[in-house]
């Protein structure tokens, strides 16, 4: 019940020569190789085993992408950072070799011992790849630069997941602000993105944009209940579909008591404050009333004045305890005979006591 | 004389009369709709078909995955595809799922059962020649498509996969 491809037998018949492994992609690698032939090879090997060996030396190299196809270890295609990590892991080992000066035999066995080493090496950090940066998204659709490791080619993957990034559900008090945040943890690595756009979505399935931009959090202050409803929020590409759709069902409950409001507004306005000094977009809605700010004043101000009663405290309390010192400074020699006097005395005991104690021990190991 | 003209008017009639059958149909399969119709919500390689499509949005977008939910066959069976070639696998299953008019083609799974499929479909040249110059970098891993799977791991994979 497999799928019918027509002409697909026709299409794939072609076959190209295994071409190169994973780590001769770096141009580094492919250098090192080739000062080892031309620079260490004479004077390190007899003449007439040079070609022997880079032909032996080429095919191991060559046998690093040769690993078994699973899609949990190795897809053949690695990025950038892990084909790095490879290739400097090679020629680190390649350098501590040729830095040794080994000649003859043992340099052949030592190349190969290092070759099978990092071919294992290689694996896995293949496998780390594949499990933990290969399409780290978990919905929607990320762009990924990958190299494949048959022909050393670097081209844009599509990631696909999921067709959207799911619902989230918003509920937000009367008169604050409402935040609609699209962004996930996978957009800054992707490639080939464009602009975010927030749309609202009314209840005959029409849509009204309400921002296009590079900003990925939508912020709408002042709320009022007409706000509540359906909202989306997209993420494009530079190809004809998004990267990402999230869709956000706000609910606006009802203002704030007086108490809480007090006590969340002004932790929330130092907050938000900061917030759009940043990095988001703020929708400003129509002008506030201003029934909070005389009871925001009057509780700064009572506050305030609670500070100032409690620095008076301090420092009738400071004055209180130098004065005391002084006046004890006085009678110091006095109260510091004392100490002195009570603490020899307790020395006196507690040697009177071992004394009698060494005695009996004696006593008891004879 | 006007036997001949009597016989061409014969050889004309019946496809004229079956015409109606050949396009504008969808086949009898698993995500294939009754009709076909507008679709405006299709994916990427399937907005071609988008005027008059045999194909939901829902399968348009399965069409594209690596691991096609359609069938359970991964086109990653021997490693990742390029790009490029990876293109004209999912162009094919959009023309499979999307193209009401492959009646001429449609035939029936089993002589008497409910099931169909398509057979023998042409392709462009250009388009057969555009495939094989974009997938010449990439790999398969069995000769022939058409059997030889090991199911047993949910998705599809090659049993003894040589690399070509």
Redesign the interface.
Known sequence: ????????????????P?ALGCVICDTKVVEALKSLEMDYLPGHLETEHHKNLMKRVNQAVQDFKDLP?D?DS????VDEPTLEKASWSLLKDLKRITDSDVKGELFVKELFWMLHQQKETFARYVALFQKDAFCPNKCGMMLQT?I?C??C?K????C?KS?DCGERNVKVHEMEDMILDCELNWHQASQGLTDYSFYRVWRNKSETLLYKGKEPTLIKTMVEPKDAGTYRCQLGTV???PATIIRFHVKVLPKRTMEETLSSNSSNRSGMSWGSNMSSTTLQSSPSSSTQSPTVETMLRSLLVGLLIWGFVVLIASIVILMLCYWSEKNLGYSIDSIKAWFSTAKEAAQSSEVPEKKATQSRSQ | MEGWQLLLALWTVPPIWAGDKLLNVCMKAKHHKQEPGPEDQL??EC?PWKDNACCTA?TS?AA???V?L??N??L?????M???CQR??IQ??CF?ECSPNLGPWIQQVAPGGPGE?????P?CRED?EQ??AD???S???K?????G?DWSRGS?MPIS?T??
């Open positions: 019940m497999g799928p019918r491809f027509p002409l697909l037998v026709a299409a794939l018949a072609s076959c190209l295994p196809l899609e190795y897809m053949g295609v990958l494949w048959s022909n080619q081209q844009v993957h599509a696909r067709m190809k004809s579909s | 994916y990427e907005v829902n977008w594209h995955l690596d096609a359609l069938y066959f991964s990653a069976h021997c490693g990742l390029m790009p490029a004209h696998f094919a299953v499979r499929r398509i057979s023998d479909a392709l057969c495939w094989w997938c010449q970098t790999y398969t891993c000769s022939n498509w058409h059997g799977w599809g996969p690399r070509t």
